[in-house]
């Protein structure tokens, strides 16, 4: 911001010159420098002004987001999604591991069930079966993003995870909603009057053009008996029968 309020104030300087120089061969009169020097000195009173007033914004309400570099963003989750499907969960990016569980399950099946049929989206269950019925449920949940583009940038957007609830033999599983706000600048404010920039934001109708792709991805490991029954709208992949 500093940059940029230095560069308006020597492009005003400059253009002021020029004007008046201009304006003073072609009167050849003497020119009222002290309103220019007051004119001047109230635009750059007004752009620090300004540059406190943007420095003062609480930064919780606003996060800035930075362009990805990546050629393919998406490269990771999908490495995750085949290492998990390999049956080599342990192999798998620890960075994007949510959390991880262990419990016990004296059950002969396993219910999934998510109780938010109403919501169109994306999620994986990949469930591998143990060599032996030793009575526990191992699990992990995966991070996910969301890849999202704006006016010519492209970003990762972590997602909200899941509220994962336990019923007896029944895994319910509750998606959380993502609900992106947003306001950004291709330049700052100072620059806008000479460049003819505008501010974009968008409003409680507004919408972005993005995707979440489906490596919201839960990984089990159940025992070799318990049967799966599947009574969810998400993708469920058994392996290692």
Partial sequence: MIAFTLISILIF????????????????????????????????????IVHVAYALIPEERFTEIETVVEKDPLKKYDELYETVRAGKGEEADASLVEKRWEKQYPFKALY???????????????????????????????????????????TMIPLRPPQLKWDEDQFIIRPQKLRVH????????????????KNEQNDDNGSFEGSAFPYHLIYLRIPKDVSVINESNMNVELIGD
């Fill in 112 to 154: 999934i069930k998510n109780d938010r049929e109403d919501l169109d989206w994306h999620f994986s269950i990949v469930i591998e079966r143990k060599k032996t019925n030793d009575g526990k449920i191992e699990g992990v949940l995966y991070k996910n993003a969301a890849e999202v583009k704006l006016s010519g940038f492209t």
């Fill in 182 to 197: 947003y306001a950004f600048f291709d330049m700052d404010d100072v620059t806008k009057q000479f460049m003819g920039r």
């Fill in 13 to 48: 300087v400059f253009l002021i010159y020029l004007l008046t120089t201009l304006f003073a061969k072609a009167k050849r009169s003497i020119f009222p420098w002290k309103k220019v020097y007051y004119f001047l000195a109230g635009y750059i009173a007004l752009l620090c």
